[in-house]
């Protein structure tokens, strides 16, 4: 059963960046689907960023676009989420996802994934 730590959250001012990190352990995120997840106060989960098994498929939501960029790291068992330009609407905490099985069809909606970290706060205020 794989766990998933989300870390790297914090307060930051609008216009900073933070580096949000996924690590794997018990099993691996390697040629799994992965994707961030966003959940601010009042509202429903989104989908933020996603990145395929293989890491040749990504998706952006249109509200990070640009300002957002999912990576992977296959030897350290790390996804990556760097953020950017943050905004005050960015406010959310932050959850990292596993797909269920290996070499599936790349999505980036909720109900793809199966395993869960508990998430990590970020706040973007001044």
């Known amino acids: 059963q794989v766990q998933l730590v989300e870390s790297g959250g914090g307060l930051v001012q609008p216009g900073g960046s933070l580096r949000l990190s996924c690590a794997a352990s018990?099993?691996?995120?390697?040629?799994?689907?992965v994707g961030w997840f966003r959940q601010a106060p009042g509202k429903e989960r989104e989908g933020v960023s996603c990145?395929?098994?293989?890491?040749?498929?990504?998706y952006y939501s249109d509200s990070v676009k640009g300002r957002f960029t999912i990576s992977r790291d296959n030897r350290k068992n790390v996804v990556y989420l760097q953020i950017n330009s943050l905004k005050p609407e960015d406010t959310g905490v932050y959850s990292c996802a596993r797909a269920p099985f290996a070499y599936t069809i790349f999505a980036c909606q909720p109900s793809s994934y199966r395993h869960w970290g508990q998430g990590t706060q970020v706040t973007v205020s001044s």
């Open positions: 990145i395929s098994g293989t890491g040749d498929e990504t």
């Open positions: 018990g099993s691996t995120v390697n040629w799994y689907n």
